[in-house]
């Protein structure tokens, strides 16, 4: 019964370890690798916005569903955008 019991405590703190790791932000490198990730751009990337055209909301006026969604995809580029803007660029 001791036995099983150290096991589950064993369990119960790796379970926890690894949720805390999980639900951790990223955050400087971590965060500039995924933002880089979200935008498809390569190390020497010019500053083209073309993910901006291709997932503009108002192409997708006839449907609802593509439109909500185009609308949640233009706002992550956005936020990806302007966090790199202002890591590389601190005023």
């Known amino acids: 019964m001791r036995n099983i019991l150290i096991v589950i405590i064993i369990f119960v703190i790796i379970y926890v370890f690894l949720v805390l790791r999980r639900g951790k932000k990223e955050k400087g490198p971590e965060k500039i ?3 880089i990730e979200i935008l498809g751009l390569k190390p020497g990337a010019s500053r083209d916005r073309d993910l901006v055209i291709v997932w503009h909301p108002d192409r ?5 569903r593509l439109r909500k969604k185009a ?3 233009v706002k992550e580029i956005n936020a990806a ?5 202002s890591f590389y660029f601190k005023t």
């Open 71 to 73: 609308e949640e995809k």
């Open 81 to 85: 955008y302007e966090y790199i803007k």
């Open 33 to 35: 690798s995924r933002c």
């Open 60 to 64: 997708f006026e006839g449907n609802p």
